[in-house]
């Protein structure tokens, strides 16, 4: 089920975050701009080992 409420009081874990801008410049990511659209399109619980990474719980 999709978070109703407005995306900018979504808070995000510090781990999330980095895991995923590690994740897209690995893949070839060198701006911000490029990070936030890798990880725009990454999926939330998809195949991409990354986003396992991201989501698991430590």
Do not use: N
Not at 32 to 57: F, K, M, N, Q, Y
Request: glycine share 6%.
């Amino acid at each position: 089920m999709p978070d109703p409420r407005d995306p900018r009081g979504v808070r995000h874990a510090l781990v999330a975050v980095l895991a995923l801008t590690a994740c897209a410049v690995l893949v070839g990511a060198t701006s911000v701009l490029a990070v936030s659209e890798w990880i725009a399109d990454a999926p939330p619980h998809g195949s991409r080992g990354c986003a396992r990474i991201a989501t698991a719980r430590w």
